[in-house]
């Protein structure tokens, strides 16, 4: 089995969770999304799309984080990830699908305060070159906004309060259960753990302040044995000191911003 991620991908994260959670050990292939290295003529033939992460075991490449692990449950079922009863696995997989719809505009907020300092420091051609690479002309469209505009390109707003809202239903849905899905960690827990993660990072504190029930989930997630060696342990803390700080430095813009949207 091998891996191809990022340390800090979101979608790497929640699949690095899962392996960890069943105890799989995989041959490991970092990729440099900022280097561009997912635009790599021989990452493409195995990825089409130019993102991370890729599964690639017994001669086949599997891709989409949430397809790579519901294939890892379904080939090692030894430690389940999903609920016996068939109701709790719909409700899983809603909160699975319903986090796939928040990750663009994870990206959104991620490249808006968190990587586009590091992008402003880099030649003007280096960074045009790496925008063009995106194969998806929608996302081309997304990242060029916010590296151009940052938290005042147009998209910011509605994917800040986009967050909010999933976050608000998730505050709802745990008020009264552990776990997303069911009684146990889950693939919807794993799914999710990144995106609180990155607003952490962030330093979008508005997303988690007054969320008791959320902030305690992530607690509990942050305190597992994988959490540690399937998340913690692959983020650098140059990385995660450098997002703090760009959040920090935009935190009055963040803020006003989001009050001229509501």
Known sequence: MKLYHAGVSTCSQ???LVLAEKGLSFD?????????????PEYLAKNPAGVVPTLEEHGHCYVESTLINEYLDDAYPDVPLRPIDPTACHRMRLWCRKVDELHPHCGVVTYAIGVRPG??????????ALIEAI????????????????????????????????FAQIESALA????????????????????????????????LENRPALMNWYERVSAMRS????VAAWLPDAVVSAFRAAGDAVADDVAGVVAARD
């Open 14 to 16: 929640k699949v690095r």
């Open 28 to 40: 490991s292939e970092t990729i440099d999304l900022q280097a561009g290295e997912q635009f790599a």
């Open 119 to 128: 992008l402003q420091r880099r030649p003007a051609a280096e960074v045009d």
């Open 135 to 166: 194969p998806d002309p929608r996302r081309r469209a997304l990242r060029r906004s916010v590296v151009d505009h940052g938290v005042q390109a147009p998209v910011f707003a509605d994917a800040y309060l986009a967050h909010d809202r999933l």
């Open 176 to 207: 009264d259960q552990s776990w997303l899905a069911s009684d146990l960690f889950t693939l919807a827990d794993a799914a999710l753990l990144p995106y609180v993660l990155r607003v952490d990072h962030l330093g979008l504190s508005g997303l």
């Open 227 to 230: 959490y540690e060696k399937a």
